[in-house]
T-cell receptor, first 115, second 113 residues
Framework: DAGITQSPRYKITETGRQVTLMCHQTWSHSYMFWYRQDLGHGLRLIYYSAAADITDKGEVPDGYVVSRSKTENFPLTLESATRSQTSVYFC??????????????FGPGTRLLVL | GEDVEQSLFLSVREGDSSVINCTYTDSSSTYLYWYKQEPGAGLQLLTYIFSNMDMKQDQRLTVLLNKKDKHLSLRIADTQTGDSAIYFCAEEVNSGGYQKVTFGTGTKLQVIP
């Protein structure tokens, strides 16, 4: 199916474990993003990627690692999960062209609970 | 830096108008957006306005932009129960060649039947 998908949709893990959240988009959008959504903070950008093999930190990157070996995939890894990383994680993609508005298309989210 | 603020909660009766407000800090924003998030789902773009516009109307939605006060509002006419959701405003700023989008904290709209 076309669009942007995330997996898993729900994940429970334990402190110290490594967790990888997957994001896949079928539009060949150049830009991809990872956000976390927490009550009172709205959406905060973790990492973004402008193209394959190009990634950059967002507002809250500590404890997370990303990679972008292929345009369509942008996995997010929590190297050693902590309770403070319990959150809802959203992946988004966009195609940015100079002078035009930047619509971001969001995945359905992954709800992560770290015990 | 960019900072986008919204009130957390708004409750209206079905059929009334809803007005959701947002303030932002970066005067160099290019576009401003309103996204809607329904329960258990990701954000969906509702509408946007270019920074040199004062108003944009799209069916039941009216966006007002006051650049002097850095204030953005979304008015929903004839609010329906299906409009119950969290609404995020966002501003877009050119940041070193990258169009950085900063989201507000979201306003939860509750529509009472």
């Amino acid at each position: 199916d076309a669009g942007i998908t995330q997996s898993p949709r729900y994940k429970i893990t334990e402190t110290g474990r490594q967790v990888t959240l997957m994001c896949h988009q079928t539009w060949s959008h150049s830009y991809m993003f990872w956000y976390r959504q927490d009550l009172g903070h709205g959406l905060r950008l973790i990492y973004y990627s402008a193209a394959a093999d190009i990634t950059d930190k967002g507002e809250v990157p500590d404890g997370y690692v990303v990679s972008r070996s292929k345009t369509e995939n942008f996995p997010l890894t929590l190297e050693s999960a902590t309770r403070s990383q319990t959150s809802v994680y959203f992946c988004a993609s966009s195609v940015w062209a100079s002078g035009t508005q930047e619509t971001q298309y969001f995945g359905p989210g992954t709800r992560l609970l770290v015990l | 830096g960019e900072d986008v603020e919204q009130s957390l909660f708004l409750s209206v009766r079905e059929g009334d108008s809803s007005v959701i407000n947002c303030t932002y800090t970066d005067s160099s924003s290019t576009y401003l957006y309103w996204y809607k998030q329904e329960p258990g789902a990701g954000l969906q773009l509702l509408t946007y306005i270019f920074s040199n516009m004062d108003m944009k109307q799209d069916q039941r939605l009216t966006v007002l932009l006051n650049k002097k006060d850095k204030h953005l509002s979304l008015r929903i006419a004839d609010t329906q129960t299906g409009d119950s959701a969290i609404y995020f405003c966002a501003e877009e700023v050119n940041s070193g060649g990258y169009q950085k989008v900063t989201f507000g904290t979201g306003t939860k709209l509750q529509v009472i039947p």
